[in-house]
């Protein structure tokens, strides 16, 4: 079946020139830069073209060099000068990385990464659904072009992060520093992680990265509360009208792509599982937390029942930076 694909490659390379905008650097930018949550429900029936679109524009403004793509169902990555990363998102088949210096195959499915440098592509035997991201700085030659969190046995359980609690599933399949995994890019990173409740914090401007949610599964009551009134709540400087509406909570489900920009203050709750991926790569030092300022504000509005503001309460007592 491969070897078929490969047969139709120079007809489909015309048709990816004209109409990837990957590669090719096309796509609309809206000069907006104020810190905010964008959601793409790629799980959804019509695939949230327009979602996907906004949420691609504004990442785009904010990481120049840096692309994100969606590909639905394809049996194909054609070759490209970029260096990308491709999250499955959807379906299970046996794939080729082709192009490079030597070819390689791997069972994929949900969950599992492909590190695609210049000049190679992907065939498959059967649609797969990817989320790709274009990364200007390549990886070390020795990060694997097939990553699956699930079937290395160098990639184990890391609790961490979004996952402190015991028990908890997150595997670290791209990574900053070796002491926490194998395979390094400082380019972007990533973990798929279990998330049952997130200490509340956020990615500074300065020396932070942007992160994304790619949602794989979710209980109910799975969400994510975001909040882009950073200084207010670093200088405690809320009252009690602007409690109430300091954070939004946005559920979520199966297939959704959350943008979470530097500077916004967020926190998972409720079950989910997802790939958190970050660009550039999850520098240590850049999660400050902020649920003892949330503690402190609730405290001095007297606020309770309904009214409390949401907190982590183990992060509560002390200032927390990781």
């Known amino acids: 079946m491969l070897a078929s694909v490969r047969s139709w490659i120079p007809a489909l390379l015309c048709v990816w020139l004209l109409l990837s905008v ?13 810190p905010r949550i964008a959601i793409a429900h790629l799980g959804s029936i019509d695939g949230d073209a327009d979602g996907f679109a906004a949420l691609r524009s504004a990442f785009r403004l904010r990481n120049p060099g840096y692309d994100v793509l969606y590909r ?22 046996r794939a080729e990385i082709s192009g490079g210096a030597a070819h390689r195959s791997s069972n994929l499915t949900i969950g599992d990464i492909v590190v695609l440098r210049p000049g190679e592509g992907i065939l498959t035997d059967a649609p797969i659904s990817f989320v790709i991201f274009e990364v200007p700085q390549p990886p070390p030659t020795n990060t ?9 046995p160098a990639i184990t359980d890391t609790p961490g992060g979004c ?10 399949l791209l990574t900053w520093k070796p002491e926490v995994g ?4 400082h380019g972007l990173n990533a973990h798929r992680v279990r998330i049952t409740d997130s200490f509340t914090h956020y990615h500074p401007i300065d020396g932070g990265f942007d992160e ?51 500077g916004l203050i967020h926190r998972g709750i409720g079950g ?23 503690r402190a504000i609730s405290e001095q509005l007297g606020l309770s029942g309904d009214e409390m503001i949401p907190y982590h309460q183990q992060a509560s007592s002390n200032p927390l930076v990781k």
Do not use: N
Not at 229 to 257: C, Q, W
Not at 275 to 293: K, L, M, N, S, Y
């Open 22 to 34: 990957g590669c090719t650097g096309l796509g609309e930018l809206h000069d907006d830069r104020s």
């Open 72 to 93: 639905s169902e394809t049996r194909t990555l054609l070759p490209c000068s970029i260096t990308r990363a491709a999250f499955v998102t959807q379906g299970q088949a």
């Open 144 to 152: 694997h072009g097939f990553i699956r969190p699930d079937w290395d």
């Open 163 to 172: 996952a402190e609690e015991e028990g908890a599933y997150r595997r670290i």
């Open 182 to 185: 194998p395979y390094i890019w």
């Open 212 to 262: 994304f949610y790619l949602v794989q599964m979710v209980q109910p009551g799975g969400a994510i509360l975001t909040s882009a009134h950073t200084a207010a709540i670093e200088s405690r400087d809320v009252d009690r009208e602007l409690s109430a509406k300091l954070f939004r909570k946005d559920e979520l489900a199966v297939g959704d792509l959350v943008y979470l920009p530097k």
């Open 272 to 294: 989910v599982l997802a790939q958190v991926i970050t660009v550039p790569g999850f520098r240590p030092g850049a999660e400050i937390g902020v649920d003892h300022h949330l």
